[in-house]
């Protein structure tokens, strides 16, 4: 069992920078693998990155490599998502999610652990 609790959401301007923090507890994170996705207004949720246990594997969506930066610290206990030259059509609920096998997939339904998400607002 893992529980996840985000945080580092804001509003920023068009060009601007945020850091996402991800708090996992239970003894066993450096197990799973982890993912940030986002959910804009009036639209499905979205995958957006995932890291791999040993950090030695990471994927982005296109929309936002070269921009976004996905890490994890084993010893915290924490998944950060570095986020720069934000663009509107970033504003969403970031959320935080979790699954203990290997692979990073795209789906949601691969995932079997959420955070409460986090806002993430980019005005223009």
């Known amino acids: 069992q893992v529980q996840l609790v985000e945080s580092g959401g804001g509003l920023v301007q068009a060009g601007g920078s945020l850091r996402l923090s991800c708090a996992a507890s239970?003894?066993?994170?450096?197990?799973?693998?982890m993912a940030w996705f986002r959910q804009a207004p009036g639209k499905e949720r979205e995958f957006v990155a995932a890291i791999s246990w040993s950090s030695g594997y990471t994927d982005y969506v296109g929309s936002v490599k070269g921009r976004f930066t996905i890490s994890r610290d084993n010893a915290k206990n924490t998944v950060y998502l570095q986020m720069n030259s934000l663009k509107p059509e970033d504003t969403a609920v970031y959320y935080c999610?979790?699954?203990?096998?290997?692979?990073?997939?795209?789906?949601?339904?691969?995932?079997?652990?959420w955070g409460q998400g986090t806002q993430v607002t980019v005005s223009s």
């Open positions: 999610a979790a699954r203990l096998h290997y692979g990073l997939p795209r789906t949601i339904l691969e995932y079997g652990y």
């Open positions: 239970g003894r066993t994170f450096s197990s799973y693998s």
